[in-house]
């Protein structure tokens, strides 16, 4: 078949639809998109709320006790701590229901969707971690979302096997960082970007295996540098105790100078490492795979998002994954195989539009809350024979009788969950993150928005009022209620007030860009923040490029090579094809 275009029933502009696409949707038996590649991400992360975090009682009998949820308290909806979640004191079948073919199947999953416990949080194997979420093998750590196999980590998101570090996004294998973005194999490494196998350095941008440098960028096996000069040892150690990062004036002066002096960078068109056949960002060891943002050991797949696990192959439309297979329109998907249209299902197979399946089911429709389920549709046990025969016709059914929201748009079989029917809001999820919008905005595009909780902190303490350096910080700093910088006029989820944790603060008087265990001269140490936890968050995802790709020609005086990248036209960088970033930087 031909690459056909379509106009997106959502925003209305055209799209592709590619020969190999078709391909795909035959080989899984779903009919094509209605919805553009972006829209279709936007839809499913109206469905994950990642990071916001509410207070609201655990409805499990017996236990009236406040939890902590990432459902506000107001929702109408069934949610069990974890603990009482998993110890499965509730039959999730017991709210099973025989399909009526007489309304749209969204409007029977929504109602099964009140009335079914859901857990209030997702983490797994998680120690002395009662603040994260999404999570695998959190062990110490606080304010930690959509990571695993951490230590002793707090206020990061996307990270892994990560030790003892704070304020880090999409990081890996890294240990003492902060205020860090896009790391893997570091230690000791402050305030930087796509730094890879780097030691005690601070403010790096593209290196690679270096070592006690600091405002440095595009460098490759060096030691004792300093805004890409060259220096000896002494004077280094000299030029970066002069500097005095502890206190917060000098650290934003300098800030302001490795800002300034780097803003010639040359950036590679696209981070992707040992890979064949492949368009995106953030891809290592992967091939055939397309539209595609950071993912590792993966192949055959297009429009997905953060698979982290080797081994997936065959995906379509996936958003934050482990290592599904064959899997189509899916968020918060683990280790299975064949499923379509699933939501922080883990290890769900063969089965279509399930909410919180979590281990062991396979041959589910529409179900939620399961585990070690097969053959169950809107909860209800079937056989194999009952539920091989009636699946067929609750697709045919959908067809027949899509559900249809107020903006007109239609939802046949094929189509995710509709957004209006999502029990989150739109700020409160992943989509406000990654796809901001004011709630004029939101509510106009049909989506639902929630407007914050009044803010009843009584701030201590100003921002501006701060001890400018940390050594004139003493532990009476921990009763403070801190004010944001912000004060809630951004659009970055501001907390308004915050405050600093005792291991936090025991972090910052530790921390130094030319060794974590030594104190001593006046470079050690960290100034305390002056933003919330959700405003640095923001603050990091803006050193992030877009999940989006344009063409564009190389910048380098007399290259003819073009490329798709995730840098817009429109931005200030200097972005290189490969062979010329190769020959300039490496």
């Known amino acids: 078949m031909n690459n056909e275009v379509k106009i997106c029933q959502n925003c209305k502009y055209n799209f592709t639809i590619e ?32 990071r916001n975090l509410y207070k609201r009682p655990c409805d499990a009998e017996g236990h009236n006790d406040p939890i902590i949820s990432v459902f506000s308290p107001e929702k109408d909806l069934v949610v069990y701590c974890p603990s009482c979640w998993w110890s499965q004191k509730h039959d999730p079948l017991v709210n099973g ?56 980590c707090s206020y990061s998101e996307g990270i892994n096997e990560c030790r003892d570090s704070m304020d880090l996004l999409a990081s890996r294998k890294s240990e003492h960082c902060y205020r860090s973005t896009d790391c893997t194999n570091c230690f000791n490494v402050l305030f930087s970007a796509k730094a890879t196998n780097c030691s005690d ?12 440098c600091f405002g440095c960028w595009n460098l490759r096996n060096k030691q ?10 002494e004077s280094y150690e000299k030029e970066l105790a002069r500097l005095d990062i502890g206190s917060y004036a000098r650290l934003s002066e300098f800030k302001k100078i490795f800002e300034e002096q780097s803003r010639g960078v040359i950036h590679r068109f696209a981070d992707i490492f040992h890979s064949e056949n492949v368009s995106g960002n953030g891809i290592e060891s992967s091939h055939n795979c397309h539209y595609s943002f950071d993912i590792v050991g993966n192949a055959d797949s297009k429009y997905v998002w953060r698979i982290l696990d080797e081994g997936g192959t065959d995906n379509y439309d ?40 979590i ?3 396979s041959y589910n429709f529409g179900c939620v809350g399961l585990t070690n389920k097969q053959y169950c549709i ?8 009952e539920y091989e025969a009636l699946v067929p016709k609750i697709i045919a059914h959908m067809n027949e009788m899509p559900y249809i929201d107020a903006k007109g748009r239609v939802y046949p079989y094929g189509e995710y969950f509709p957004p209006e029917l999502s029990p989150l809001r739109y700020n409160e999820t992943m989509a406000q993150e990654y796809y901001p919008l004011t709630k004029e905005e939101a509510l106009s595009k049909g989506y639902t928005w929630r407007d914050p909780d009044v803010k009843t902190h009584t701030i201590t303490k100003r921002a501006e009022d701060l001890s400018d350096h940390i050594r004139d910080v003493d532990d009476s700093i921990l ?21 600093v944790i005792p291991s936090e603060l025991q972090f910052y008087r530790k921390a130094n860009p030319a060794r974590p265990d030594d104190i001593s001269g006046r470079s050690g140490g960290l100034p305390l923040p002056r933003l919330c936890p959700n405003c640095r968050h923001y603050e990091r995802l803006a050193q992030r490029n877009p999940l989006k790709l344009w063409h564009r020609k190389c910048m380098k005086d007399g290259c003819v090579n073009e490329f798709e990248t995730s840098y817009a036209p429109e931005r200030p960088e200097v972005v290189y094809c490969e062979q010329c970033y190769q020959k300039e930087v490496i």
């Not at 403010?203 to 070592?211: I, P, V």
């Open 359 to 361: 281990s062991g089911c």
């Open 201 to 212: 350095s601070g403010f790096l941008y593209d290196c690679r295996n270096c070592s006690k």
């Open 97 to 152: 229901k025989p399909y009526d073919f007489s309304r749209p199947f969204f409007e029977q999953f929504t109602a099964l969707l009140r009335v079914t416990p859901l857990p209030s949080l997702s983490s797994m194997n998680s120690v002395d971690s009662d603040y994260v979420n999404m999570t695998v093998s959190s062990k110490s750590c606080y304010l930690v979302f959509s990571s695993s196999f951490n230590e002793h």
């Open 19 to 50: 020969s190999e696409d078709f391909d795909f949707y035959k080989k899984i038996e779903v009919p094509p998109p209605t919805w553009c590649p972006e829209c279709r991400t936007i839809r499913r992360m109206m469905w994950r709320n990642t």
């Open 378 to 385: 809107l909860n209800k046990q079937y056989t194999k024979e």
């Open 479 to 499: 009763a403070e209620a801190i004010g944001c910088a912000h004060g809630g006029k951004c659009m970055h989820q501001c907390t308004v007030a915050f405050r």
């Open 318 to 357: 996936i958003t934050v994954a482990t290592k599904p297979t064959l899997a189509y329109e899916g968020q918060g998907a683990g280790f299975g195989h064949g499923s379509k249209f699933s939501l922080s299902s883990g290890d769900t197979s063969y089965s279509h539009y399930t909410h919180s399946c």
């Open 224 to 233: 004792y540098c300093i805004l890409n000069k060259q220096y000896d040892k």
